[in-house]
């Protein structure tokens, strides 16, 4: 995939800074090795080739229930959680059950672009709400609210990555989490929380969850082992209330399918019980740091005065603003050339030229040394731009 | 899950006629078994754990195509297929990016109950065709073809389960498949053909497929290892013209997930590359063709006069029509209360009341002599509402 990005005649390796995933090393651990040998060869593994329960694997179920009560001082039961196909699925699941085509929903600007396809798919209409470095700008959520019940319309459910959002990398305030909270209960929409980088925190403390907020009232949470684990497991779990959760338990495609890919799920829970994923965590928390700090380091070593950038406290990704005079595709058009390749801003957002002047930087898949390498270049480019 | 079927106080063992799933002692064989080593040994694992391709693990295509190709004279590329994760994905997918709300597709009467629940999620309006023991009757589809287009509507699709049918048994004929097809052309709609028990069949020959009939026209094809592998990968594929695969390989959701279950795709590949998987195709419909046979001679011999049933060439299910005295219902309710599980026929038809008198066994999951015990208590119970 890597390689299909490079321009013909290309030879050198690329240097991607595009790719949300997690670094390569870090998915197949001798520890998941472990794991998943050992429930290969459980006397009980065909159970896991067959049909699973439509909620998901139990025993994992479990251990996450346990984990999500014990870190964020909660009560859910078993019925508040299903497991799913990765966030993907949720998403898709949510939408599908609790909404209808022509209804609207709120994204922040810019959002996750998946996410966004997904919506479009489902024939959704989509209004953004834009960012600051504290996250959503909840006057302007207010003002659009506002507006929308002038015209007779309510929002189905707001779409939000409140921990280290994808692409911007900011967190949103827990002030402003509790005033979104008032306002979906003001003009009755659901929250989608899509809380996937949770895990990935550089600090002890992360601000309350949208469900620790509102005690599970009108929010959707949604977990994943995608960025902690391994994506090609497809596994993560979906957290609501025991009516929402028994709603998607018995939607036709949860019915048809099965629960969520039984055999990864099985395999997953034999690494948490273990210990191994809490372990893993940590090891993941200060790899992403140090490699954050690369990062940082060099856009401020390497980046003209005029542009500037996120601080992201965890996950993935920096959000870099350009100048008003340079285009980010045309920075991204130059860096591929050089072997770089990132996200320009564009498809972040439901109107393509808010992100124009926009870069994303994922500093999760490169190594230390390509991140800096990578970085010097765009930086070059940029300057050559304004001074050509 | 079948202990949670027992009425309460109830101990003894439940013989289930309920479920369509492969044989438990047939998901884990020791062929799989070394597959799935051989894939967690390989210095590339870590590869199927990252998100994967969006059309799926390009060697499991390759394979599937050859394989397609060959046995039904076709000349497939791999642009014509994609990997899902099992049918429930294909049919979701395609229910999503091909239809809206409101639109209608033509099932068969009955017709499988989960696809059926998937439609409805979407909002699809449905209608039905009656069957005969030849599958679907085309004049009866001709005449609601007649009657929509009178009307001013088109149906968007035709679902169909051509071979070895859930919840029937029957095998479509390839004289009305033609029929189909035209009829297709004529009205401008297009055929999911649901292909998953294909490769269970008990007879040398099958008629030729809707795909095949076509040339791809207007058809989308799926199959599945889910019924001659194992339900719990989660691992299936869908063919089609090159334009609908790749509007499903750009869908939200393929893009948001990456490819199907990349992990499991590359189990499956390793199993298939080493032809495992065409000998234990061969196993098994030696396993179901003694069970069908098992539970023919059952009901022959159990059976009162005036039940009438269907002689399946494959597949899982045989479909018992009761006398007009006698409910389903109340057989299915009788039977648990002896420990036998079975499905009653009205979930499977639109309108349920078309299956009060119809009963769906399957032969694939329970033993030799609990098929044969649990035909006879079939037997006794409708005798006893009978004469009572």
């Known amino acids: 995939m890597i390689a299909n990005d490079l321009p013909q005649g290309m030879?050198?390796?690329?240097?991607?800074?595009?790719?949300?995933?997690?670094?390569p090393a870090t998915v197949f651990t001798p520890e998941l090795h472990e794991a998943m040998q050992s429930v290969l060869n459980q006397p009980q593994a065909y159970k896991a080739l067959q049909y699973g329960p439509e909620q998901g694997t139990p025993g994992l179920i479990s251990y996450l229930v346990d984990k999500v009560n014990r870190e964020q001082d909660l009560a859910l039961q078993p019925a508040n959680m299903m497991l799913v196909a990765g966030s993907t699925h949720a998403i898709d699941m949510i939408a599908r059950l609790f909404t209808k085509p022509g209804d609207i929903a709120i994204v922040e600007a810019p959002s996750y672009v998946d996410a966004l396809h997904v919506f479009r798919d489902q024939q959704i209409e989509l209004c953004s709400i834009p960012m600051d470095e504290h996250g959503l700008i909840v006057t302007e959520l207010a003002t659009l609210l506002a507006q929308l019940k002038s015209e007779g319309k309510t929002p189905r459910f707001l779409y939000s990555v409140p921990n280290f959002h994808n692409p911007t990398g900011i967190t949103l305030s827990e002030e402003r989490r509790v005033q979104i909270i008032a306002l979906a209960q003001q003009y009755s929409f659901f929250i989608i929380e899509d809380d996937v980088y949770r895990y990935l925190g550089f600090e002890r403390s992360l601000p309350t969850s949208f469900y620790a907020l509102a005690q599970g009232e009108?929010?959707?949470?949604?977990?994943?082992?995608?960025?902690?684990?391994?994506?090609?497991?497809?596994i993560g779990w979906l957290t609501g209330s025991p009516e929402a959760i028994q709603q998607c338990v018995n939607a036709g495609t949860t019915q048809m399918g099965g629960g969520a890919n039984p055999l990864a799920a099985q395999m997953v829970m034999e690494y948490c019980l273990k210990g191994y994923w809490?372990?893993?965590?940590?090891?993941?928390?200060?790899l992403y740091q140090q490699r954050r700090d690369t990062a940082l380091a060099a856009l401020s070593q390497f980046m003209p005065a005029d542009v500037i950038w996120t601080t992201p406290l965890g996950g993935f990704f920096i959000w870099i603003?350009?100048?008003?005079?340079i285009f980010a595709q045309e920075v991204k058009r130059l860096a591929l050339h050089q072997g770089v390749t990132l996200s320009s801003g564009e498809g972040f957002f439901i109107n393509f030229t808010d992100g124009q002047h926009n870069l994303r930087i994922a500093y999760s898949f490169a190594s230390l040394s390509d991140l800096e390498a990578g970085i010097k270049i765009l930086g070059q480019i940029i300057r050559n731009l304004q001074h050509p």
């Open 11 to 23: 030879t050198r390796n690329t240097i991607s800074l595009l790719l949300g995933h997690p670094d």
């Open 218 to 234: 009108r929010v959707m949470s949604i977990g994943s082992f995608s960025k902690t684990l391994a994506p090609g497991l497809r």
């Open 278 to 286: 809490e372990w893993h965590i940590q090891r993941l928390q200060a």
């Open 321 to 325: 603003t350009l100048p008003k005079t």
